[in-house]
């Protein structure tokens, strides 16, 4: 394995271990649920949305390694973004996850973590889950995402 590799796993690890910005924002102006029942992920994110600028970001649930460090590391990624630019990262991860890359990984900075998830089908519903959710609720859509629709 190389030090990259290597480097990625351990970020993944440790936002699956003690996953940033966890817990029930209060004041979230956008609320989206999520669920992937293949796994038994299942998350709510808050947004707290001002002047179209994601000022806050939490999320809470239940879920394996990948879906809660995809989830955390999403909350870091996007929080003081543009809903533009965070559809823009949503878009970047998809094709990384997916094993589609055409964005420049500068796009996603600390997010190729996820890039092996791309060999596993069914790690890749846990890794979107958070992803979907966040999409859902940049258009204001209140229905729940399931990974099983895609
Ligand atoms: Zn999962």
Redesign the pocket.
């Known amino acids: 394995m190389s030090d990259l590799q290597e480097l990625y796993q351990n970020l993944i690890i440790d936002h699956s271990r003690s996953p940033k910005n966890f817990g029930v924002l209060e004041n979230a102006t956008i609320k989206n649920r999520g669920v992937?029942p293949i796994?038994g992920?299942e998350l709510t994110l808050y947004l707290l949305e001002e002047d179209g600028i994601i000022k806050d970001v939490k999320f809470t649930g239940v879920?394996?390694a990948?879906?809660t460090a995809s989830a955390s590391l999403m909350t870091e990624t996007i929080k003081g973004k543009t809903r533009e630019e965070a559809e823009k990262v949503f878009d970047a991860v998809h094709q990384l996850i997916t094993g589609k890359l055409v964005e420049k990984p500068e796009v996603l900075g600390k997010l190729m973590a996820l890039k092996g998830v791309s060999a596993y089908p069914m790690r890749v519903k846990?890794a979107s889950l958070s992803w979907h959710a966040l999409k859902s609720a940049l258009h204001y859509q209140q229905e729940p995402v399931s990974t099983e629709h895609e």
Do not use: E, Q, Y
Request: aromatic share 0%; hydrophobic share 10%; with cysteine.
């Open positions: 992937n796994c992920d879920g394996c990948i879906s846990c």
